[in-house]
């Protein structure tokens, strides 16, 4: 059946991650965590499943091109390997059977190019601190991608964002509709 990957950076998400690795399995659901953490003292000792040194083997270059003791330079390097990685995990009791990501900015773009590596009809799902109008080359063509903000957002009325999940066209703006629980509170004195 495959298995949920649970992914992101251990040594700064760490308690995120496993706290919803532990909803998806009390909901039924095998899971594999990936620690996609760039830091050579992480590495070695973190809790996830799959290591950083294991998604960093699978780097053209070898580990050694990740984990460099530059962020700019690991953060790029470590998104290619995962990139080779993922979807190399397709058979076997090890299965993907869908990703959640969790990061910020370093995180979302570790993630989402192995996402875009796996193929249609793989659930795929980005929780961020970012948000993108546009399509770059860290976030997910617009034909899959659904942006909203988080309810608990400086400034958010917890409004919907955009979905697009239509093949070849392009998420319509829409005016944002309101529930009752959706109205800003003023703070009480």
Not at 13 to 30: C, F, N, Q, S, T
Not at 31 to 41: A, H, I, K, P
Not at 49 to 72: E, I, K, Y
Request: net charge positive; hydrophobic share 35%.
């Amino acid at each position: 059946m495959g298995k949920a990957y649970v992914v992101g950076t251990f040594d700064t998400k760490g308690d995120e991650l496993r706290y919803v690795a532990d909803l998806i399995r009390e909901a039924g659901v095998a899971v594999r965590t990936v620690d996609l953490s760039t830091d050579t003292s992480a590495a070695s000792a973190s809790p996830a499943d799959v290591s950083p040194a294991d998604v960093a083997a699978w780097h053209p270059d070898g580990a050694s091109a990740v984990f460099t003791g530059d962020r700019g330079s690991a953060v790029g390097a470590m998104a290619t390997a995962f990139a080779h990685f993922l979807p190399a995990q397709r058979t076997g009791d090890d299965a993907v059977a869908g990703v959640l990501g969790l990061g910020g900015s370093g995180g979302t773009a570790l993630v989402t190019p192995a996402m875009q590596a796996l193929p249609v009809g793989v659930p795929k799902v980005m929780v961020s601190t970012m948000a993108a109008a546009t399509s770059g080359p860290t976030s997910a063509p617009p034909t899959s991608r659904c942006s909203t903000r988080s309810p608990t957002s400086p400034g958010s009325t917890a409004s919907p964002g955009r979905c697009s999940a239509t093949p070849h066209t392009r998420s319509r703006a829409r005016a944002p509709t309101r529930s009752p629980r959706a109205t800003p509170v003023p703070p009480s004195d």
